[in-house]
C-alpha cells in the first residue's frame, strides 16, 4: 500500500463511473460526480474556516447525507475525521473533546446545542459548524493537496470500552487499505457491490465496514437513517441489494416480520451478523430465504471484521466465527502469551494489516494493547479441532463464582436457545456461597418458568454456569448506539438482585 491513499480510490472511481449512483440516502441519491463536488465543497468550507491538515474534525449526527459528505470532506482536507457519538451528553462529548483537541465540530441540527454545550469548559473550544450547509456552494480557495502518505490517520473512533474512559482508535490509510484489500480476498462478491447501512456512522461498523469499504471498493451504498425492519427489508428487494452487516437484533426484527417469507432476498450475497449471540433458529430462517447469515467477529481496534467464516461453517457451527483471515492471524492465547490447545479457553489476540495503529495520544494503553505486533483483544475464545473459534466472553465480563469462570456470552447463548426467549443478557450478582453467581436477564413472550429456564442451561452448560437468578423484563434490554446490550446500564438498574429475586439452589 506503499503511497496510496483512500482518496486516490474514490477518486478513481469518481473517474471511471461519474454518472453510477455512489450514495443514497431515504430519497436522495448522488452519483460519484455528484458526491465528488458535494465532498470539495465541504473540503473547501473546512480549509475557509481553519481546518489544516492533521487537524482533528468532529462529524455529529445520525445517518444521513450530509454526515457522509462532511466526513469525506474532512479526509479530502488532509484533517483527521473524529466521528462522535450522535447519543452523547454535553459532559461525554467535554470528554472526547478534551481528549482528541478536534478544531473544528460539524453537528447535524438536532445535535448543535449539545456540541455548543460540550464547549463551555473547553480552553480553546471548536467551532461548531452546520452540517446541512457545509456542502453549499460559496466558500472559495484552493484545497491543499492530502499528500500520499499511507501511515497518515485517516480516523481517530473514540471509544470508551468497558472502562467508560474515552479513548480514540487512530485507522491510518494503509491499515484501511490492508483491511478492505482481504476483505475483497474472503468475500469477493463485497467488489463493486450495492451495500445497505444499517449503523451509526458513529462507529467502525457503520463507518468503515458500511460506507468507506463499498465505496473503496467501488461500490454504491444506500444508508437508512431511521431504523425499521419492514423499510429495511423492503429496500433489499427493490434495490437488489448485495451486502450488508449488523448487530442481531436488526435480523431477528426482520425475519419476525409477517412479510419475510414472501420477501424476494435474493440479491444478498455477504451478509455478516454479530454484536450478540446469533441463534440456530435465526440462521435456520434466513437460510430459509436463501440468505446465509455469517458471524463475524471483530472490535473497534481490529476495524470491526476480522474473521469471515463461510456460509457453510456458519450452518453446521452457528456458534462459530470462523477460522481467521487470509492475511489476518486470530489467536487463542493463554495468560503467558502461548498458544492454547484446542478446547482450552483463551484470550483472543489479532495481527494483520486492518488492526489500528494504536491509541491516540497514549503510548502506554498502546504498548499494553498493541505491543509485539499483537493486538490484545480482552474477548475470551476457544478453537475447536478444526480451528473454528468460538467466543464465550470477556476477560472484564467474566463472572467468578466459587473460583470457578463463567463466560456471559456463553451463558447467554444456551438461553437463546429456547424459542420463549427473545433478548437475554447475563451479569453477576453478589452471592454469599460463591461471592459471586450469574443472574440472567430476560425477555420472553409469554410466560416461562424461571425454573425452566434454569434446568435448560444446566442440561446444556456445567452446573455451576447456570443461573441462580432469572429476572423477567417487560421492556427490552437497553442498548448502546450500535445495538449491543448495554451491560453497564444493567448493572447500574440491577444491584439488588439478591434481595428482590428467587434464588435456585446450589448448582451441583
Known amino acids: 500500500m506503499r503511497d496510496t491513499t483512500v482518496l486516490h480510490a474514490l477518486r478513481a472511481w469518481s473517474v471511471r463511473r461519474p454518472d453510477v449512483p455512489a450514495l443514497s440516502c431515504d430519497d436522495t441519491s448522488l452519483t460519484w460526480s455528484d458526491l465528488t463536488a458535494a465532498v470539495d465543497r465541504a473540503a473547501t468550507r473546512l480549509v475557509a474556516e481553519g481546518v489544516r491538515p492533521g487537524d482533528r474534525v468532529g462529524v455529529l449526527g445520525g445517518l444521513s447525507l450530509d454526515w457522509a459528505i462532511a466526513a469525506l470532506g474532512v479526509i479530502r482536507t488532509g484533517a483527521v475525521l473524529c466521528p462522535l457519538n450522535e447519543r452523547h451528553t454535553a459532559a461525554e462529548l467535554e470528554r472526547v473533546y478534551r481528549k482528541l483537541s478536534p478544531v473544528a465540530v460539524v453537528a447535524a441540527e438536532p445535535n448543535r446545542e449539545v456540541a455548543q454545550l460540550a464547549c463551555k469548559e473547553i480552553d480553546t473550544p471548536p467551532k461548531v459548524l452546520d452540517s446541512e450547509t457545509l456542502s ?282 429456547m424459542p420463549e426467549v427473545l433478548e437475554a443478557a447475563v451479569i453477576g450478582a453478589p452471592d454469599d456461597e460463591f461471592g459471586e453467581t450469574p443472574a440472567v436477564l430476560v425477555r420472553t413472550a409469554g410466560e416461562i418458568p424461571a425454573r425452566r429456564i434454569v434446568d435448560h442451561c444446566r442440561l446444556r452448560l456445567s452446573g455451576y454456569k447456570a443461573p441462580r437468578y432469572v429476572v423477567f423484563r417487560d421492556t427490552p434490554l437497553p442498548r448502546t448506539a450500535s445495538m449491543k446490550i448495554d451491560k453497564r446500564a444493567l448493572r447500574q438498574e440491577y444491584t439488588e438482585i439478591p434481595a428482590r429475586y428467587e434464588r435456585f439452589g446450589r448448582a451441583s
Open 136 to 417: 453549499v456552494a460559496g466558500s472559495e480557495g484552493a484545497l491543499p493537496d492530502p499528500g500520499n502518505d499511507p501511515s497518515r490517520p485517516v480516523c481517530i473512533i473514540p471509544t470508551s470500552g468497558s472502562t467508560g474512559t474515552p479513548k480514540g482508535v487512530v485507522y491510518t490509510h494503509e491499515s484501511l487499505l490492508g483491511a478492505f484489500f482481504e476483505w475483497s480476498l474472503q468475500a469477493p462478491d463485497l467488489l463493486g457491490a450495492h451495500t445497505l447501512n444499517l449503523s451509526s456512522l458513529s462507529f467502525a461498523a457503520g463507518l468503515l465496514n458500511g460506507f468507506l469499504a463499498p465505496l473503496v471498493l467501488g461500490g454504491s451504498v444506500t444508508m437508512l437513517s431511521k431504523w425499521d425492519p419492514q423499510v429495511a427489508m423492503d429496500l433489499i428487494a427493490s434495490e437488489h441489494i448485495a451486502t450488508m452487516a449488523g448487530t442481531t437484533i436488526f435480523f431477528e426484527q426482520m425475519a419476525a416480520l409477517p412479510t419475510f417469507a414472501t420477501t424476494d432476498l435474493s440479491s444478498l450475497k455477504v451478509v455478516f451478523i454479530g454484536g450478540n449471540p446469533v441463534t440456530r433458529e435465526l440462521i435456520d430462517a434466513w437460510a430459509a430465504q436463501g440468505v446465509g447469515l455469517r458471524q463475524a467477529y471483530g472490535l473497534t481496534e481490529s476495524l470491526s471484521m476480522v474473521t469471515f467464516p463461510t456460509v457453510d461453517m456458519s450452518v453446521r457451527k452457528p456458534e462459530s466465527v470462523g477460522v481467521g483471515g487470509i492475511l489476518t492471524r486470530v489467536e487463542i492465547m493463554d495468560a503467558d502469551g502461548a498458544p492454547c490447545q484446542a478446547g482450552t479457553p483463551g484470550e483472543i489476540w489479532i495481527a494483520g494489516p486492518g488492526v489500528a495503529r494504536g491509541y491516540w495520544q497514549d503510548e502506554k494503553l498502546t504498548e499494553e494493547t498493541f505491543g509485539g505486533g499483537w493486538l490484545r483483544t480482552g474477548d475470551v475464545g476457544v478453537k475447536d479441532e478444526e480451528g473454528a473459534i468460538r467466543i464465550v466472553g470477556r476477560t472484564k465480563d467474566v463472572i467468578i463464582s466459587g473460583g470457578m469462570n463463567i463466560y456471559a456470552a456463553e451463558l447467554e447463548r444456551a438461553v437463546l436457545e
